[in-house]
């Protein structure tokens, strides 16, 4: 039950890292969208391993095969299935771990939930899961953007405790953030994290940072009130993705401090009738529904479990054992959370236009 | 499809500000548990208006009745409704802002979505809608209480930049939160945040803080791989609370600037065969799923939208007005939220506890 | 998770036969449908235990309340909360039934499935809990109604041995089903079966029969492939009525005997560009979406279980007992059972018909 | 959202007739069962074209592939997925059907409702999409088998209007059911009905026919009250299979002409303390949760509607057009529809199954 989501665009993901394949099968994506493999390959090019200087030498091709639900360049309006096949499986360098639950890690967890656990690798709680999200967000933005034109772009804000100049409401397009290898647009800042991130490799060591994600193009009326709220939804969305710790919407934790009369953003008319803010301290919704002005949020990344330095531990008998990371593992996984923050946000949102087109009695 | 939440354990809640009631069916309640209308009330007298010096002056009684699935004192398995009736409906208090939108109010919102909207106070976007979840979240505390000795407590970390020392593992009571109107636990830092809001409703304003919660008595194993995390499904159930803007669980946002060496939680042996963490900056969760460490998580909070002061804004059609707060409203609404807090991640815990049941082929 | 019918347009019931109250939450209509009380009450009367002098003599005036999501006449798009209380209580007349489970009855899968049961009545196994589908589903034929002008008008077709001639596509009317207590439109068959049901009752016994259910002005296009087809829907929906044993539609089993030459439906142009059908063996489906053409079906009843005849049966001990029918039960379910269908009938159409939006990407 | 089955153990299938592959994801098998792609491939065999000498000369091999969710032979827990590469595409044959809706298939329906349809072979409404189903419903059988010792036999009661005798409750096994290629276990039945199956043949024509199912040693318990009666999803399940017309549990239709005193099912003590009833005419269900006696039901599937001869039709533009079925079709579907309805059965109940788990607080 823990692998499908959404509600009316709905995607159940499915793979093991080291296993046969990984795919996923969305539901509920209307009939008539041109869609080829091509449209999905770019983000999952994007989060592949190997396509980092920073990150882990694993390399995949990652290459999506669409085994249903599109004829003749269209969709058919019944289920997507996406496939991706492993092709780098290296069972053999998680052998020495099989018998201590690796720090900060799902070992444990898994094993006591399910009584066994994937014999390497880290099975569903792999980072490597996440390929089957991008996967088939790939057609959530394709929708997206040809219904609103809808944009999301994210960036790495922070790295430690080292943190970009704020660019949101600055235009940023994903070019520009792919323009350093560790995805923050302000060159200056971005050099600096590449030393913090090279830094930390050397010591045997891993760091953790922020994702800022903005969406723009966003129409009045997405999300339900009370439970689906769509600051809810991204929150699941977000919180869902492995090693995260945090999610803020808007002013966030830092608007706790201001008062209610500077933090209320005023409305102003807008062209066509339509309001929108002064300013956009609720960073793009109110009650649980967009406003129509841009989304922004930030997502807490935790430094990798996975270091190269040893460290003291138990093994599942309890007793005391010495961890030394092995496998291949990112010193810091920012960059390569890039396109996944970005397709976790393009799930929630095309589910919620879906769902806003049974808002009303007239359409 | 909104007002829906949870998987096994499931709540549908209903009821308007102004409306003739709210109230929630409960579905997936196990039959066999002990329950009375008085073991959800006093949660709901928490919560209610009036019960806090600080808070609005609305007073209602906010009287439970359970108007079916209990039978001679014995949940009988099937739906358990609840319903409490408006006693003190006010609908002229907000007759003056029916033409322009309240800023920072999801008025305009709902409008845009649903074409008109209730006509007085706020309709299911207001904060009395959570009356329900608290009604209902008695029921799934009751649950984890007879199975685990889970204990729930929030708290009052914050209040504007006034911030109480980390009172996470001293093992708090709700009656020592109860202790001060603020329901901050540190005496010294809740006569200072009481004095703060003492003065923002002098001035006119409100606002907002930090919600601290922690878990207690949690067994190892809740939670669902990939998208049903329990950190997912608390982040969910924290932002669909009216005015949050944030939630961090463990290390948060600060551990954002550690290493990973210093942030990983070392295992340890625990009786009864068990490991246990050493730290636990991961906050209770690994990969998604209960660890048996406490789980603690903060929820931020915006300044209450509604404040007695004059603010420029444009109605509906776009023209200017000046917007005042009537109706009645709390400066701060952290006091109140705390039960709220508590019921949620009460029925976020029960309902991943009941499909825990679903894990393993031998129970 | 029982209690939870449909996708899109959504109902939760709740209610024990003699507990506090009955009702229903329903969430997915949308917004700015006129709906009254009034609206649902109708059907409420139809299926009132003492409107029909064949029926049980309990007495219930089963007056509904709307407790929430409508506001100045319009639906809100959010929850609406159903209730009838139970006016008419009495336990005392099943006082003697506790011990026993009666035969044909609930009472032992219930028991054994719960651990304990209602103490009276039947509870949820009750037909009295029926009460809440007919309810809700008013709200869904006003929905059907204004997009499609759908008549949905069901009629007993046999009862015991004794079959009125085939009435589908003759243009029924609700209040020609009236026309008789046993709501055959066919005056004398109706006669007829009235005398079998008053045999029967004047020897202590039942009689079963059957429903004929066809819905005229369906649009092309409800449905969903594979799993969720119309007619699997409806035959969820009518096998989840107390005392049904079957369903068909179209030319259901009897159209078994034919060779698909005979049985196959030849397309012919229609008004506007759309295609009709010449005959509609299908029954108004093809491939599990609506053809445009009449649905109709047909639903079996068994014989009341409750007879006021000595039944020879165990006791929950495994003791021999006498077991006699108590309580006020209908000798014929079939008059009551018409409003029952025809509502569920009616769900089915309206979740359907709000899915069918989500079909293509160009609305 | 159509291609999603049940509710705790839940199939999502993918695939069109003529596409790349068809397949399933199942999400909700618990951790721990031995599976391998030989436990599914068998009921696969008996469904697969070619099979059988009365059906489709289309041959393909259907070799199942486990894509996720194994590990070491075990489950994970995590999601299965399942997929067949189609290898015998031949869309030419469909060619010339572009332009006509063929009669009583899914061609008009599905362009009504998408737009535009699978350019051959039926896409999701081919009879192909029920591979996927067989295949996830091994795990089913798997589950079942291993806690209750669940055997689910289905044979051919009927072909036109040759009827075999009754045959329930004589134990019948799998392999006597194939004893004869039309499947029917009684063999001068089977001789009869395959005469006809062969006369209609070579009358260019086809013919339908009834499948009678019986599934033995099944627990008292399973089914929720209310929406998902036992019987309810059954009926549910059986009428998504294509070509089904009607489903009748117990005695079913006869049993309307039964009084109550003749049809009831009175108790008797069992071993271990338990009830059972001296006779079933419910079919094991009561108030729509199993009694512990065995299940059995009847599925009534229409004659094929593809047939070699001509059929005076009109195109999609409305114009007189002579269709005749081209492609590889059975002239009757009954031999292979066998392991579909038992697969059907099979998913019904281990979800059923499941959600027993959460029936009481105490397990």
Chains 1, 2, 3, 4 share one sequence.
């Not at 900060?104 to 999200?133: F, I, M, P």
């Not at 689906?228 to 919180?239: P, Y």
């Amino acid at each position: 039950m823990s692998s499908t989501f959404g509600t009316t665009f709905r995607i159940s993901t499915f793979g093991e890292s080291h296993g046969v394949g990984l795919g996923a099968v969305v539901d509920g994506c209307p009939a008539g969208l041109e869609l080829s493999a091509a449209d999905l390959q770019s983000q999952l090019d994007r989060r592949r391993p190997g396509s980092n200087p920073l990150g882990t030498p694993r390399d995949e091709a990652d290459a999506i095969q669409i085994l249903s639900g599109v004829d003749q360049g269209l969709t058919l309006g019944t289920p997507i299935a996406l496939a991706v096949l492993n092709s780098d499986q290296r069972p053999g360098d998680y052998a020495g771990m099989a018998d201590a639950p690796r720090p900060s890690h799902a070992d444990y967890t898994y094993r006591a939930k399910y009584g066994h656990s994937a014999s390497s690798g880290g099975g569903r709680a792999s980072a490597r899961e996440t390929l089957a999200r991008v996967a088939a967000a790939g057609i959530a933005e394709k929708l997206l953007g040809q219904w609103y034109g809808t944009e999301i772009v994210a960036w790495v804000s922070s790295v430690g405790a080292i943190n970009a100049p704020d660019l949101v409401g600055s235009g940023l397009t994903r070019s520009a953030v792919d323009g350093s290898d560790i995805r923050c647009p302000d060159a200056e800042t971005a050099a600096i994290m590449t030393d913090e991130v090279k830094a930390a490799r050397s010591a045997g060591d891993s760091c953790g940072g922020v994702v800022t994600c903005e969406i723009r193009n966003v129409p009045v009326g997405l999300g339900e009130p009370v439970f689906d709220k769509a600051e809810a939804l991204l929150a699941h969305a977000m919180l869902s993705i492995p090693a995260t710790k945090g999610f803020e919407i808007g002013s966030g934790f830092s608007g706790v401090t201001m008062r209610g009369s500077a933090h209320n953003d005023m409305y102003e008319a807008r062209d066509g009738g339509q309001l929108g803010t002064v300013t956009n301290r609720s960073g793009g919704v109110q009650g649980g529904i967009t406003t129509g002005e841009s989304i922004y949020f930030r997502v807490a990344f935790k430094p990798t479990a996975t270091i190269a330095s040893a460290q003291e531990s138990v093994d599942f008998e309890g007793k005391p054992v010495t961890v030394k990371g092995a496998g291949r593992h990112d010193p810091c996984v920012l960059p390569r959370a890039i396109p996944i923050v970005e397709s976790m946000a393009a799930l929630v949102l095309a589910d919620l236009a879906l769902r806003a087109r049974l808002s009303q009695v007239q359409q």
